[in-house]
């Protein structure tokens, strides 16, 4: 089948942003936000929505509704994508309350219609800030992006020709059966090579067993290459060493295993890291974010789009004006005991640091697909558990207003790196930025609500925390604020990893320490089956040529993706499924 | 040069590496600050190399690879004949795209980030028009994706044009 067969309407306008994609990714949204929030609950981690929602808005779009346009179908899935925001940011944050509250009885009584605002307020600063780094990601530098790769394949499939979409398939339905397998018969995700090897526990010498893990790195490039580097360092020669010639304090944590090691050595120093690279980044980057800047500010003073079609700076300044009102507002009625300049101060350091954490996030995200979302959180949280204990708020209120603006500054993470993958799929589909982006932003309030009231309805039901919903994000995120409130962060080792990273920034090697900073951060078990994809790549290109990896490899990476999250999703539905009827 | 200062950035920083985690409750600033002078070193000694002639001889082979991509490119767009065009982009087009695409961080090396910007700025939007275009071939909205085509011509001319002006 030749790409225009099929063709019908040659002159009518081309349908992007219409009210039927918008209702259609309000629809599908929904169903990805209640599906993917209720899993987090359970299995601790959330699910990017956008391959779902293009793959559902395909069906619904042009099969039930018989509109054939691939960037309407782009708008339903960075509409359905930003809703499902919500349950990213709200789901590692929210449920903390509710589990601290056996420790500080009473946090559990905030404010749920704040919590809404907060985290409304946050998704609409989270999209402003991050828009005008478009260019500079998208357009200048060409970040891979390829959770947004995978997303346009699906989006472009039906023109791309059936040999394509039939590699998309397989490519899917290997992923899909492999992941059923080990999700239901297998029941465990990392394959222990090391042990069967015989290898010390501390090499960390293990297989995550996921195929969209290897997607993900194919689609990256020889560039993910580097992602690796920072894993491999903290495993093969860091823990070794420490091992051999460490304190026995250190040695001890060494012996205790690949988990210990991360948790109380390599992570927060990959914190550190991360955010010493990105700042040392942005400051590199200063000339070619000044471009961009320039460039949206000129077309705002000749009354166009800065290419016919970008949302104006004075719209995303407005945006940016009324977030930080909102954070104030929110931080004001967060305590009863709240001071103004203790509320102007959170608002502000919360203002920043999702400017901050936006961009780290974004580049994470361009350059491995993975993101740092719950330790840009961490350090939100204890800045402003710092901020509400120095204006003497008691310890009970200074955690739920911590809590609630740390869940606008999650949230607010959570969309600007959604906003950012959709901008690359549109990149890659000629959608227009400004109605993604009006898209978005129309799409940030729904989700808050929708996870706020799931989150109570479970509680009643279930308790959050308890064996039957474990919440292992909130948890995590429980146990760090007792420990921060009761003083116990390792804020040193944040700043000696910032030093290596804005070191690492400055070597000119282009992106490497937000690589470094991420090998350091995530599970080694990722790392490396992530590698394996990108060496397939890079052995692919060799012997089989580019040509080849685009046209065959890369429909077949997007596939493995694809599958995966479906079943991830299924599994979701599943559970609420037997949820419902137990 | 490059290479000493590429040795003293590796040492400094795997050094830096393990004193950043070598102790579970601190961090030991007396050893550490000195492995980041180290690297701090091999930064500057790194940059200080970037201005080389035989740098400088391969950034200018770079910049005429990305100004015969884009001569290309534009050439090929003006020859388009009948065939359709999502056919055309992927059989015709990406090529020069692609030979760009490699070729382009040598503006940057040869003219700085300004220079560069200007240029990709001119560039993306050609590319995202193209892919428009490609969409809108696909789903059979032919006036749009000519419209694209032409929209997408234009902006590579600004990009040749912004690049020739270097």
Same mark, same amino acid.
């Given at each position: ?58 069906? +619904? ?17 960075? +509409? ?13 944050? +929210? ?31 989270? =999209? ?17 992006y390829p959770g947004g790769i995978a997303v346009a394949a699906v989006l472009k ?21 492999f992941h059923l397998f080990v999700t239901k018969v297998v029941h465990t995700e ?12 501390? %090499? ?19 560039? !993910? ?45 990959? =914190?550190?890291?991360? $955010? ?5 980044? @942005? ?43 909102? %954070? ?19 608002? $502000? ?9 936006? @961009? =780290? ?41 911590? +809590? ?54 479970? *509680? ?13 994000? !909130? ?7 007792? !420990? $921060? ?26 992106? =490497? ?13 990722? /790392? ?5 994809? /990108? ?11 580019? *040509? ?35 | ?99 760009? @695409? ?40 032919? *006036? ?23």
């Open positions: 089948m030749t790409a225009l067969e099929g063709a019908d309407q040659p002159s009518s306008p081309y349908p992007e942003l219409t009210w039927v994609a918008v209702l259609v990714g309000y629809g599908l949204g929904a169903l990805i936000t209640v599906s993917i929030g209720y899993a987090s609950l359970i299995l601790g981690f959330s699910i990017e929505g956008s391959e779902l929602a293009a793959i559902l808005g395909w069906g +619904v779009l042009r099969g039930g509704l018989r509109r054939k346009s691939i960037v309407e179908n782009n708008i339903n899935q960075t +509409v359905a994508s930003a809703v499902n925001g919500a349950s990213a940011g709200m789901m590692f944050s +929210v449920p903390a309350l509710f589990i601290l509250n056996e420790q500080y009885e009473g946090v559990v009584d905030f404010d749920p219609w704040l919590m809404i605002l907060a985290c409304i307020t946050g998704g609409i600063l989270g =999209i402003a800030f991050i828009i005008p780094l478009r260019k500079q990601m998208i357009d200048y530098n060409r970040l891979a499939s039906p023109g791309a020709g059936i040999q394509k979409a039939r590699l998309l398939l397989v490519g899917a339905a290997v992923s899909a059966l990392v394959a222990p090579v090391g042990a069967a090897l015989g290898l010390p526990a501390y %090499l960390n010498v293990n297989f995550y067993l996921s195929l969209l893990t290897i997607g993900v790195g194919f689609l990256s490039g020889k560039g !993910g290459l580097v992602f690796g580097i920072g894993g491999f360092l903290c495993y093969w020669l860091l823990a070794p060493l420490l091992n051999t010639f460490g304190p026995e304090a250190t040695q001890a944590v060494v012996q205790a295993g690949p988990g210990a090691l991360r948790g109380t050595l390599f992570q927060p120093g990959g =914190i550190g890291i991360l $955010i010493g690279a990105a700042l040392g980044g @942005v400051v590199g980057a200063f000339p070619l974010i000044r471009s961009a800047l320039k460039s949206m500010q000129e077309a705002a003073a000749s009354g166009r789009g800065a290419d016919g079609d970008e949302l104006s700076i004075k719209v995303l300044y407005s945006m940016v004006g009324l977030g930080f009102v909102g %954070l104030i507002v929110v931080a004001w009625n967060g305590s009863a005991s709240m001071t103004l300049p203790a509320a102007l101060g959170m608002a $502000i350091v919360g203002t920043l640091w999702i400017w901050v954490a936006g @961009v =780290i996030v974004s580049e994470c995200l361009g350059r491995t697909n993975w993101s740092p979302l719950s330790g840009m959180t961490l350090i939100a949280v204890t800045i402003l558990v710092f901020v509400a204990k120095s204006a003497g708020i008691p310890t009970k209120e200074t955690i739920i207003v911590s +809590v609630t603006v740390g869940a606008a500054i999650c949230v607010a993470i959570a969309q600007a790196g959604d906003m950012m993958l959709d901008l690359k799929s549109g990149y890659m589909t000629g959608a227009q930025p400004k109605a993604q982006q009006v898209g978005q932003f129309m799409a940030t309030w729904l989700g808050p609500f929708l996870v706020m009231g799931l989150i109570f309805v479970l *509680h009643n039901k279930y308790g959050l925390g308890s064996e039957r919903l474990p919440a292992p994000q !909130g948890q995590a995120l429980a146990s760090m604020v007792g !420990g $921060i409130v009761g003083g116990d962060v390792p804020a040193f080792r944040y700043l000696a990893g910032g030093a290596l990273g804005v070191l690492l920034s400055l070597s000119g090697l282009g992106g =490497i320490g937000v690589h470094i900073g991420l090998g350091f951060y995530m599970p080694f078990f990722i /790392v490396l089956t992530y590698t394996i994809g /990108v060496s397939l790549r890079v052995l692919a290109d060799r012997t089989k040529g580019r *040509h080849w990896s685009e046209n065959s490899g890369i429909p077949v990476a997007a596939g493995l993706i694809v599958g995966e999250a479906l079943v991830g999703v299924g599994n979701a539905i599943g559970a609420i499924l037997v949820g419902g009827g137990s | 040069m490059k290479l000493v200062g590429l040795v003293l950035f590796g040492v400094g920083m795997l050094a830096g590496a393990y004193f950043l985690v070598e102790v579970p409750d601190l961090v030991r600033w007396e050893a550490l600050g000195p492995s980041l002078g180290v690297a701090g070193l091999g930064v500057l000694a790194m940059r200080l190399a970037g201005g080389e002639s035989e740098a400088a001889e391969v950034t200018q082979q770079g910049l005429q690879r990305a100004k015969d991509a884009l001569v290309q490119l534009r050439r090929q767009m003006r020859a388009r004949s009948e065939e359709a065009i999502p056919d055309y982009i992927d059989r015709a087009l990406m090529p020069s795209l692609d030979a760009f @695409v490699e070729a382009r961080e040598s503006i940057q090396r040869a003219h700085g980030l300004d220079a560069y910007a200007a240029v990709m700025d001119r560039f993306a939007q050609g590319e995202r028009a193209l892919n428009r275009s490609w969409a809108a071939g696909a789903d059979g909205y032919s *006036h749009e994706s000519e419209r694209s085509f032409a929209v997408a011509l234009g902006r590579f001319d600004d990009a040749s044009q912004a690049l020739d002006s270097l």
